[in-house]
Antibody, heavy 119, light 106 residues
Framework: QVQLHQWGAGLLKPSETLSLTCAVY????????WSWIRQPPGKGLEWIGD???????NYNPSLKSRITISVDTSKNQFSLKMSSVTAADTAVYYC?????????????WGRGTPVTVSS | DIQMTQSPSSLSASVGDRVTITCRAS??????LNWYQQKPGKAPKLLIY???SLQSGVPSRFSGSGSGTDFTLTISSLQPEDFATYYC?????????FGQGTKLEI
């Protein structure tokens, strides 16, 4: 059974860099895209970006200037870095698997990592 | 960006009720529409993909329909575990976007 395990620093100061990693256990890594999605407290879901095993990325244009998504296929892991964070980046950050067949959808999700940006 | 608008934003219902949630896209997205269920403190869970395909393991009381710009999620007979927030999401554009959510309450 495929599982996504995610981790990273949960408390940041403004202007610092957010860094999260998601590890994929128990299934194929190369056959999918891998995504980051966030959810501010009490609000809806925002797609951040995704990556495949070859390192091909897609980013949300609203965040593109501040984010980098990378992959380590030797460890079946992918990571998110977001620079110059502000309080507006406070959210639960989820990693998710993207099925890209005839239709595309997020079929597996990590448990989420709460990130708070506060001085 | 493709904007996704759900209605209603919240809904009160009872166990055994038939419930319908609507999602409208700002442009035609064919059948590239997915539905997720989220319970407090948990990650979203995929219910329906490609507008009407039931994800493996999801009870058959959940169904989806629609194409183009208008979509619906129907729960045929509400169970206690169905009280949650539901989100639609379009995958027609690689800039994936979600609806604002519909909170289903007792």
């Amino acid at each position: 059974q495929v599982q996504l395990h995610q981790w990273g620093a949960g408390l940041l100061k403004p202007s610092e860099t957010l860094s999260l990693t998601c590890a994929v256990y128990g299934g194929s890594f190369s056959g999918y895209y891998w995504s980051w999605i966030r959810q501010p407290p009490g609000k809806g879901l925002e797609w951040i970006g995704d990556i495949n095993h070859s390192g091909s990325t897609n980013y949300n244009p609203s965040l593109k200037s501040r984010i980098t998504i990378s992959v380590d296929t030797s460890k079946n892991q992918f990571s998110l870095k977001m620079s110059s964070v502000t309080a507006a980046d406070t959210a639960v950050y989820y990693c998710a698997r993207v099925v890209r067949g005839a239709k595309w959808y997020f079929d597996l999700w990590g448990r989420g990592t709460p990130v708070t940006v506060s001085s | 960006d493709i904007q996704m608008t759900q209605s209603p934003s919240s809904l009160s219902a009872s166990v055994g009720d038939r419930v319908t949630i609507t999602c409208r896209a700002s442009q035609s997205i064919s059948s590239s529409l997915n539905w997720y269920q989220q319970k407090p403190g948990k990650a979203p869970k995929l219910l329906i993909y490609a507008a009407s395909s039931l994800q493996s393991g999801v009870p058959s009381r959940f169904s989806g329909s629609g194409s183009g710009t208008d979509f619906t999620l129907t729960i045929s007979s509400l169970q206690p575990e169905d009280f949650a927030t539901y989100y639609c999401q379009q995958s027609y554009s690689t800039l994936y976007t979600f609806g604002q959510g519909t909170k289903l309450e007792i």
